[in-house]
């Protein structure tokens, strides 16, 4: 999907909204083996990369005395985060009996443990307050997932 997500403030001039990322695509594929009539093995994946959120310059004065991130509105949303990427697989064995469908999986979420921007937040350092209180938030890293599925 490409598109575009903008806004005209009270101030007459058009902006990106937080969320122009621009771009977001996904990549799905699957396969089941199967075993014999009644059991089988899938395997799948899927990858998903798109823009990530914008932003602008942080309004520092304001920021310190207020305690949270404050941007300077001219400029709102005029720099964007780091894009997003993520890649997950799933494998699992499935049995089909009469009356129930057994599911044992292994989910590994964020395969390549990317680090994707979440947000940004303000966190200054009391014992070094040279440093800079701008600090990336990111996303979950790798989670390998194990669950059992019953259907009936």
Request: a neutral charge.
């Amino acid at each position: 999907s490409l598109f575009e997500s903008n806004y005209k403030g009270s101030d007459g001039i058009k902006r990106d909204t937080d969320f122009n990322g621009n771009y977001a695509t996904n990549f799905l594929a699957a396969r089941d083996f199967k075993i014999n009539d009644k059991s089988s093995i899938s395997i799948g994946t899927k990858i998903t990369a798109a823009g990530n959120k914008r932003f602008g310059p942080v309004d520092t004065a304001l920021t310190v005395s207020q305690g949270e991130i404050i941007y300077v509105d001219s400029t709102r949303n005029s720099m964007q985060l780091k894009d997003y990427f993520r890649a997950d697989l799933k494998v699992n064995y499935t049995i089909n009996k009469a009356k129930v469908t057994h599911e044992i999986g292994l989910d590994f979420v964020n395969l390549l443990g990317t680090k994707n921007i979440l947000k940004l937040t303000y966190a200054p350092d009391p014992n070094d307050p040279t440093a800079n209180s701008i600090r990336e938030e990111y996303q979950l890293g790798f989670l390998p997932i194990f669950y059992y599925k019953l259907d009936f």
